[in-house]
């Protein structure tokens, strides 16, 4: 059943993909190939030599729109504006395609110049399991899309009881302190978090500035909560709750912990959801002259 | 609770509100601790969380952020993004165990003296109550809150992904 849906959002992306080249309609497409040890990674595909190679299914868990802003500079689009024509292609989930939200919201792109192969997202697997945050998922199809892929699919979504939030928020502030600081011990300081994050697209982020230095290079715990919690804020009513940044983490920090409970605040703060809708601007680029916040 | 706790306060205040509040405290003679150690920038708006974080990772033990009251911003909407910011960053502080009642973000006019002076007692007073920050990511449980901990941390490989 499973492997069914697969083939068929994969053979669509194939198809889409072979006849966007064939029309020169896109000069790149972003999709997923697998790798030489099995697993699944991002591909690009300029020529349509390399269309048998995209595949597709439920463990394609990188953000491709990691990539998007970079290839269309190399497609001679410029930055938004304007309204060239499409001119990459990007295989999108749900939450990826809030992301290109995010990205289109703040100028990064033009919806013009992404073609999106939409999926409509059956939920991504961990081993053989649908990982939590796709079980809590209610949104199927994504907001918006050129081509989808699939049927979207009858899935009842899983109530989120915040469990996982809730445990942390139990403990006392001394109690949280000690745990963060186990879990952000672990940390290499590899940023493959950041890296793998559509919403840090910063071209000189904080964690490398030199002048004035923010974060000491020191292999202390208190940097590494710098600049973990310094992350999460800037993520704060941009993050799409991909999970991309934990799927990437090698040490299995609960990143989306962080992430989770911002995204509840922001929700409960100012009724916001991100990547809903490019003309809404996120809740700290905005204010209300008359709202009442608890300070 | 350790009596000899003087606690390191850092004063984010805005030019022109907050920073001329703390001034007319000072020429009304009006005493208020000596905790506070203040910076005077711009705008509340200009203070980043970044540099809230910062004071806490440098070992302030607490944090006040000052700015003229909402519709009297210089720059006209300043405070406004402030106020949003901090509303969220309170919480989000307070998740990864910096106490909530270290961080105030507070409106003092340049005619309030008398507040600012009630302001900076108050958060001394919390600050004091709270005891000396232990620094982030120096929590250190106690024996009990260990136990506590490896059951959530338990509970938190057990979940799934």
Same mark, same amino acid.
């Given at each position: 059943?499973?492997?069914?849906?697969?083939?068929?959002?994969?053979?669509?992306?194939?198809?889409?993909?072979?006849?966007?080249?064939?029309?020169?309609?896109?000069?790149?497409?972003?999709?997923?190939? =697998?790798?030489?040890?099995?697993? +699944?990674?991002? +591909?690009?595909?300029?020529?349509?030599?390399?269309?048998?190679?995209?595949?597709?299914?439920?463990?394609?868990?990188?953000?491709?729109? *990691?990539? *998007? #802003?970079?290839?269309?500079?190399?497609?001679?689009?410029?930055?938004?504006?304007?309204?060239?024509?499409?001119?990459?292609?990007?295989?999108?989930?749900?939450?990826?395609?809030?992301?290109?939200?995010?990205?289109?919201?703040?100028?990064?792109?033009?919806?013009?110049?992404?073609?999106?192969?939409?999926?409509? %997202?059956?939920?991504?697997?961990?081993?053989?399991?649908?990982?939590?945050? $796709?079980?809590?998922?209610?949104?199927?199809?994504?907001?918006?899309?050129?081509?989808?892929?699939?049927?979207?699919?009858?899935?009842?979504?899983?109530?989120?009881?915040?469990?996982?939030?809730?445990? /942390?928020?139990?403990?006392?502030?001394?109690?949280?302190?000690?745990?963060?600081?186990?879990?952000?011990?672990?940390?290499?300081?590899?940023?493959?978090?950041?890296?793998?994050?559509?919403?840090?697209?910063?071209?000189?982020?904080?964690?490398?500035?030199?002048?004035?230095?923010?974060?000491?290079?020191?292999?202390?715990?208190?940097?590494?909560?710098?600049?973990? /919690? +310094?992350?999460?804020? &800037?993520?704060?009513?941009? %993050?799409?709750?991909?999970?991309?940044?934990?799927?990437?983490?090698?040490?299995?920090?609960?990143?989306?912990?962080?992430?989770?409970? +911002?995204?509840?605040?922001?929700? @409960?703060?100012?009724?916001?959801?991100?990547?809903?809708?490019?003309? *809404?601007?996120?809740?700290?680029?905005?204010?209300?002259?008359?709202?009442?916040?608890?300070? | 609770?350790?009596?000899?706790?003087?606690?390191?306060?850092?004063?984010?205040?805005?030019?022109?509100?907050?920073?001329?509040?703390?001034?007319?405290?000072?020429?009304?003679?009006? =005493?208020?601790?000596?905790?506070?150690? /203040?910076?005077?920038?711009?705008?509340?708006?200009?203070?980043?969380?970044?540099?809230?974080?910062?004071?806490?990772?440098?070992?302030?033990?607490?944090?006040?952020?000052?700015?003229?009251?909402?519709?009297? $911003?210089?720059?006209?909407?300043?405070?406004?993004?402030?106020?949003?910011?901090?509303?969220?960053? &309170?919480?989000?502080?307070?998740?990864?165990?910096?106490?909530?009642?270290?961080?105030?973000?507070?409106?003092?006019?340049?005619?309030?003296?008398?507040?600012?002076?009630?302001?900076?007692? @108050?958060?001394?007073?919390?600050? #004091? #109550?709270?005891?000396?920050?232990?620094?982030?990511?120096?929590?250190?449980?106690?024996?009990?809150?260990?136990?506590?901990?490896?059951?959530?941390?338990?509970?938190?490989?057990?979940?799934?992904?």
């Amino acid at each position: 059943m499973s492997g069914e849906i697969e083939i068929e959002i994969q053979n669509g992306i194939r198809v889409r993909a072979q006849k966007l080249l064939s029309l020169g309609e896109v000069g790149c497409i972003i999709g997923y190939e =697998r790798g030489p040890r099995g697993q +699944m990674r991002p +591909m690009f595909v300029y020529d349509e030599a390399g269309v048998e190679r995209l595949v597709w299914d439920r463990t394609c868990h990188h953000n491709l729109v *990691v990539y *998007v #802003r970079d290839k269309v500079e190399a497609q001679g689009g410029g930055r938004a504006g304007g309204a060239p024509p499409p001119r990459v292609a990007i295989v999108a989930r749900p939450c990826d395609v809030r992301a290109l939200n995010v990205l289109i919201h703040e100028g990064q792109l033009a919806r013009e110049q992404v073609f999106v192969l939409g999926i409509a %997202c059956p939920g991504m697997l961990d081993g053989d399991k649908v990982m939590a945050h $796709c079980r809590r998922c209610k949104e199927r199809v994504p907001v918006f899309y050129d081509a989808l892929l699939g049927e979207p699919p009858a899935i009842e979504a899983e109530d989120d009881d915040w469990q996982d939030v809730a445990e /942390i928020e139990a403990l006392s502030a001394g109690e949280r302190l000690a745990f963060w600081a186990q879990e952000f011990e672990r940390c290499i300081r590899c940023y493959a978090c950041r890296q793998a994050c559509p919403g840090c697209y910063c071209f000189e982020c904080l964690a490398e500035q030199v002048d004035p230095g923010w974060i000491g290079i020191a292999h202390r715990v208190p940097e590494k909560a710098f600049f973990h /919690i +310094m992350r999460a804020f &800037h993520l704060a009513g941009r %993050c799409v709750e991909c999970h991309a940044c934990e799927q990437a983490c090698p040490m299995h920090i609960p990143l989306s912990l962080l992430n989770r409970k +911002m995204a509840r605040e922001v929700q @409960e703060l100012f009724g916001y959801t991100a990547g809903g809708d490019a003309d *809404v601007p996120p809740p700290l680029a905005t204010f209300r002259r008359d709202e009442e916040l608890p300070l | 609770m350790d009596t000899d706790f003087e606690p390191k306060i850092v004063g984010f205040l805005c030019n022109w509100c907050s920073y001329a509040g703390a001034d007319m405290a000072g020429t009304s003679r009006v =005493r208020y601790p000596a905790n506070i150690r /203040i910076i005077r920038v711009p705008c509340s708006g200009r203070v980043d969380p970044l540099y809230v974080l910062k004071a806490f990772q440098e070992g302030a033990d607490g944090v006040l952020v000052a700015g003229c009251h909402p519709g009297d $911003c210089h720059y006209g909407d300043g405070n406004y993004h402030a106020r949003r910011r901090y509303a969220l960053m &309170h919480r989000f502080l307070d998740f990864v165990g910096i106490d909530a009642g270290r961080l105030r973000i507070d409106w003092v006019s340049a005619a309030e003296g008398n507040r600012f002076a009630q302001v900076v007692a @108050e958060l001394t007073d919390e600050v #004091r #109550r709270l005891g000396p920050w232990q620094g982030l990511g120096n929590g250190r449980a106690s024996t009990a809150q260990e136990a506590a901990q490896r059951e959530v941390t338990a509970a938190l490989e057990g979940r799934d992904r």
